[in-house]
Nanobody, 118 residues
Framework: QVQLVESGGGLVQAGGSLRLSCAAS????????MGWYRRAPGKQRELVATVSGGGTTNYADSVKGRFTVSRDNAKNTVYLQMNSLKPEDTAVYYCYLKELSIVGSTYWGQGTQVTVSS
C-alpha cells in the first residue's frame, strides 16, 4: 500500500502564493507519475499538474505560467508552487500517484483546502 500525506494549504489573498507538498510512503512502484487534482465547490475534479519521474510536466491551461509542479525522487515527494493565485483557484487540492505498472494502481491523498480571497 501507498500513503500520501499533503501539507501547505491555507487562506491567501488574490495575487499571493502558496506551496503544497505531498510525501508518499509505503511500497512505491519505481516508475510512477505524481501530481495534483483539485475540486472546487459545485464542480468536478480537474487535473492541475503532473510530473513524471524523469521530470516531464503537464499542466491545465488554467494554471500554466502561474503554477509549477516538481518532485524530489529521493524523498518521494511532489510539490506544487502556486503563484498569482486567483479566487477561482479556491478548491480542495488532492495529491495523487499513479504507478506505471501492469496493474497501474492510483493512490490519493486526503486533500488540502486552498482558499483565495478577493
Amino acid at each position: 500500500q501507498v500513503q500520501l500525506v499533503e501539507s501547505g494549504g491555507g487562506l491567501v489573498q488574490a495575487g499571493g502564493s502558496l506551496r503544497l507538498s505531498c510525501a508518499a510512503s509505503g511500497n512505491i512502484f519505481s516508475r510512477n507519475i505524481m501530481g495534483w487534482y483539485r475540486r472546487a465547490p459545485g464542480k468536478q475534479r480537474e487535473l492541475v499538474a503532473t510530473v513524471s519521474g524523469g521530470g516531464t510536466t503537464n499542466y491545465a491551461d488554467s494554471v500554466k505560467g502561474r503554477f509549477t509542479v516538481s518532485r524530489d525522487n529521493a524523498k518521494n515527494t511532489v510539490y506544487l508552487q502556486m503563484n498569482s493565485l486567483k479566487p477561482e483557484d479556491t478548491a480542495v487540492y488532492y495529491c495523487y500517484l499513479k504507478e506505471l505498472s501492469i496493474v497501474g494502481s492510483t493512490y490519493w491523498g486526503q486533500g488540502t483546502q486552498v482558499t483565495v480571497s478577493s
